[in-house]
């Protein structure tokens, strides 16, 4: 298996005996740390610090730091066992329910690397997913979107039978057991827009928006309007997606980078944020 960073590699292409003066060596591959886990499917590596940066928070003070009131609730359903298609997406745990552990530890942020859509063998450069709680310089706190493999998601290949979501990591935290759980991610869900299907062989495939070739995607919302979120595992995650909101004809001044996923209701999935994203999305396609 190779780094694959396009700059050093288009250097040692262009001039092989070319070196590189005051530049740090290339970052190591997350798949090659220890501490790191692996999807399912080999493709994803995720890495937590040794260190949480909330450590060992009682679960009252995570929702409260989080400004997470269902927490608790969503905890409760997935140490059930419930799916989320057999409880219809609602939580069926009481808010102040028993857990089988008391406290969590909580990362701000966590590394994914991916292997290269365009060379399976080649790996792209690690990047950083954040999930910030709400603070005065970020009242809404600071959640990166990311794609995931979800049972309640929409198909968007012919020739791949998983489910995926758009969802914004709200949260990354591990319980504290023994031995410990794998980490999970609290994240409020995005659906690709329904207008946006083809029927191929009788299977309804979610498609990017003609003209525009980016995918459409709008907040899940419950029937009382607030955000539909859920607790899924870390390794769920596929993919970092960027999303840029519908503005439509007119932007609010009010719409800043800190705020614009939390004002807006319909975003699109960026394709073309670089190329390794373009050929991944396309790669689902």
Known sequence: MQLHYPEQM??????PDERLVGHAAPPKSVFHNPRSQVSSDHNTAFL???????????????????????????????????????R????????????????????????????SAQNPLSLRPAQTVEAHPPSPALPFGRGNTVLIVHESGELISIDDDKRYLVAQVRAILQPVTDPMSPPLIYVEFFNFSNTHFVNMDGICIAVPAPKI?????????????????????????????????????????????????????????????????????????
């Open 88 to 115: 219809n997406g609602r939580h069926i745990a009481a808010p102040n329910c028993s857990l089988p552990f008391s406290h969590v530890h909580m990362w701000n942020k966590f590394r994914i690397q991916q292997r």
């Open 213 to 285: 070739e980016m995918f459409v995607v709008q907040r899940r919302l419950r029937s009382n309007g607030q955000r539909l979120g859920d607790v899924v595992r870390l390794d769920d995650v596929r993919d970092i997606v960027q999303l840029v909101p519908k503005f439509g004809g007119k932007v609010s001044p009010s719409v800043t980078r800190d705020n614009s996923l939390e004002i807006g209701q319909e975003f699109y999935v960026n394709s073309f944020a670089d190329k390794e994203v373009f050929h991944a999305i396309l790669s689902y396609q």
């Open 10 to 15: 288009w250097i040692s292409a262009a001039s």
């Open 48 to 86: 937590l610090t040794c260190q949480p940066h909330l450590p060992r928070l009682s679960i009252d003070e995570a929702c409260t730091a989080f400004s997470m009131d269902d927490l608790r609730a969503a905890l409760g359903d997935f140490f059930s066992g419930r799916s989320y298609t057999n």
